[in-house]
């Protein structure tokens, strides 16, 4: 049990409580309704988990901000980006 604990970040936590909304919102309008948006979601982070780190890499490597200050200010522009989009 310690061992998930010390492997869990922000952003594991941020999908978990999107998934967990999508969930409840769900069983109050239905599940047909609400599955396109669950995998619409999943699809979204999955490429935002892949692509946040080489982008906020590629930031920090050419602005003198710090590495994690880069990448989160990369995922919460790209997560609101998708929201828009979405």
Do not use: C
Not at 5 to 34: C, M, P, T
Not at 42 to 63: E, M, S, W
């Amino acid at each position: 049990m310690s061992s998930i604990l010390e492997n869990v970040n922000w952003v594991d936590i941020f999908a978990l409580i999107l998934l967990i909304r999508i969930i409840y919102i769900s069983s109050h309008v239905g599940v047909g309704k609400q599955i396109l948006p669950l995998i619409l979601l999943t699809a979204g982070l999955v490429l935002l988990l892949y692509y946040y780190p080489k982008i906020g890499d590629f930031i920090a490597t050419r602005f003198t901000i710090p590495l994690a200050l880069s990448e989160f200010g990369v995922y919460s522009l790209l997560t609101v980006v998708f929201i828009l989009a979405y």
